[in-house]
Each structure stands twice: as structure tokens, then as C-alpha cells.
């Protein structure tokens, strides 16, 4: 068993928000997941998603969302561009 969290981010400037995504991936995909990934690289999963909700330390229900990861695949970390604008 491989465990991890993703985040996940959307919108932008004072409109952006970060989900996080308890994820755990079982067997070969898992072993290999743990041996390869690190902080900070970009990753692509498929998986059964679902819920719990639990009492945070301050008292307050928290809800997290869980992925039961069946595939993975790295994606790209970096793009580059070039942009000409006629003259």
C-alpha cells in the first residue's frame, strides 16, 4: 500500500483554490508509484473517489476526498512556448 496526497489547483489570483486528494495505491502500480514519484511532480490518476468526514483537532467536522488510485501516469512538468506577434 502507497499512500500520498495530490493537490489540485483551479482558478486564479484571489479567485484560486487548492483541493487536496487523499489518494492510496495498492500492489506493483504502488511499489513502483513510490519508487519513482517525489514532491512536485506532476501526476495524471484514474481511481474510485469518495468521501469521509471526521472531527478536525479543533473541533470542527472536516470532510476529505479519497481516491483509490487504479492507474497513474506522469505528465509533463514543464511547457514552453514561443509566441511571434506580426510586426
Known amino acids: 500500500l502507497t499512500t500520498f496526497s495530490i493537490a489540485s489547483n483551479s482558478g486564479w489570483g484571489d479567485n484560486k483554490t487548492t483541493t487536496f486528494f487523499d489518494c492510496a495505491c495498492f500492489g506493483k502500480r504502488g511499489e513502483s508509484l513510490e519508487k519513482h514519484a517525489g514532491k512536485g511532480k506532476q501526476l ?3 481511481g ?4 469521509r468526514t471526521y472531527e478536525g ?4 467536522e472536516r ?3 479519497n ?4 492507474d497513474w501516469h506522469f ?4 511547457t514552453t512556448a514561443s509566441i511571434e506577434r506580426p510586426r
Open 57 to 60: 483537532r479543533d473541533g470542527a
Open 63 to 65: 470532510t476529505s476526498i
Open 75 to 78: 505528465t509533463a512538468t514543464t
Open 44 to 46: 495524471w490518476i484514474t
Open 67 to 70: 481516491v483509490k488510485v487504479e
Open 48 to 51: 474510485d473517489l469518495s468521501t
